[in-house]
């Protein structure tokens, strides 16, 4: 489904950390966002999840409008936001981390594990036994167990080897290959090219223009916004 943000102004306390952000993302289309440290662009992710509030703004997916809905509602709309720091339960299997997460759909258990087979052999593992490639391989897995039409990646590679880091960015492109609508978060930009063409930087609140790379989906930039 595409993603259309309009104006969207979000925040913490008295201070404004989006102000005015708009943007396109056509479905089936991955758009990297990029910004030095504090830009905003974890805002810009937890505002769409439903996890900041939106202040002003519409975030609408497929038509459907989600800003200032709950969280679990935007879920229910299909928006799955794997977060910074992957979050597994420790004490939790992978195992049973699937079996929580799972919503009836095309993503099936056996789907995700044929993408990430690693997850495969490592079913009775706890979310403490993992390492951070793994653990970051479940949280992608338990989000599109979700059945997800928009899938937030909010710096999927940070703290991971760079075979892993690279492993993980080779998923994310053979998803958005599904029709997915992604929607990442990345701080190099030379990381980022290996998932999309379509990279864009978070900087004072605001979108600048998309700029196209040479890497990742071959989709062409027809469609990708940012109104100005
Ligand atoms: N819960 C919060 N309460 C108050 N201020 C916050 C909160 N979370 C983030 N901020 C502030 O909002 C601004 C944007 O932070 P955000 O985490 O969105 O940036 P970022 O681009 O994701 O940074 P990083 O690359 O370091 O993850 C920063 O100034 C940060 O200090």
Known sequence: ????????????????????????????TALAVLGMNGAGK????????GLVKARSGSVQLGGTELARRPAHAIARAGVA??????????????AEHLTLSRRKG??????VLDLLPRL??????KGNQLSGGEAQMLAIARALLTQPRLLLLDEPCEGLAVDLAA?????VAELT???LTVLLVEQQPEHARAVTGHLVHLENGTLGAVTEGDEGD???AAGISVLR
């Open 120 to 125: 495969g052999e490592r079913l009775t593992h």
């Open 81 to 94: 936001l794997v977060p910074q720091g992957r979050r597994v339960f420790a004490s939790l299997t992978v």
């Open 177 to 179: 290959r599904t029709g």
């Open 167 to 171: 492993r993980v960015r080779s998923v």
């Open 42 to 49: 974890t805002t810009l992710v937890h505002t769409i999840a």
């Open 1 to 28: 489904m595409t993603l259309t943000i309009e104006g969207l102004h979000a925040g913490y306390g008295g201070g404004t950390v989006l102000h005015g952000v708009d943007l396109t993302v056509p479905e089936g």
């Open 218 to 220: 071959t989709q062409g």
């Open 106 to 111: 095309e993503w099936t258990r056996q789907r």
